[in-house]
């Protein structure tokens, strides 16, 4: 009789009796408070993927353009940026010379990336391109 008065007392702990009210909202809080911080760093290693992502698509389209000028290819739409990088993209064929009938593009860039690209890329007064790893 002893035991079971002592289980019913609010202060006692009672083997198997389980946690109490404010215990489990204190453990949840703690939870909740832990998963918004790693959602927090998790989001910012996301766009650090995307800025890597679009910087090396980047370079893949000026070594493309580059290879593509040495072998007589000429992807530059004079003045428009995006027209000559959609161009690489889709690509051409080299006619003529030790490159004759090599295929000269990157297709396996989407549309979309293209334009994410076109920030680390800019077109030289030359004729040429160049890759830009900093963002404006």
Do not use: W
Request: with cysteine.
């Amino acid at each position: 009789m002893e035991a079971s008065r002592h289980c019913l007392s609010r202060t006692s702990r009672c083997p198997g009796r389980g946690f109490s009210l404010v215990e489990m909202l204190l453990t949840i809080s703690v939870l909740g408070i832990l998963t918004g911080l790693a959602l927090m760093m998790l989001g910012g290693q996301y766009d650090s993927y995307e800025s890597i992502y679009s910087r090396r698509n980047a370079q893949e389209l000026v070594s493309e353009f580059n290879a593509a000028q040495v072998a007589g290819v000429n992807f530059l739409v004079p003045g428009d940026k995006m027209a000559t990088l959609n161009a690489i993209r889709v690509g051409a064929v080299a006619e003529g010379g030790a490159f004759n009938g090599r295929r000269f593009g990157v297709p396996s860039i989407k549309e979309e990336d293209v334009t994410k690209a076109a920030v680390h890329v800019t077109l030289t007064t030359a004729g040429g391109m160049r890759y830009d790893p900093v963002e404006y």
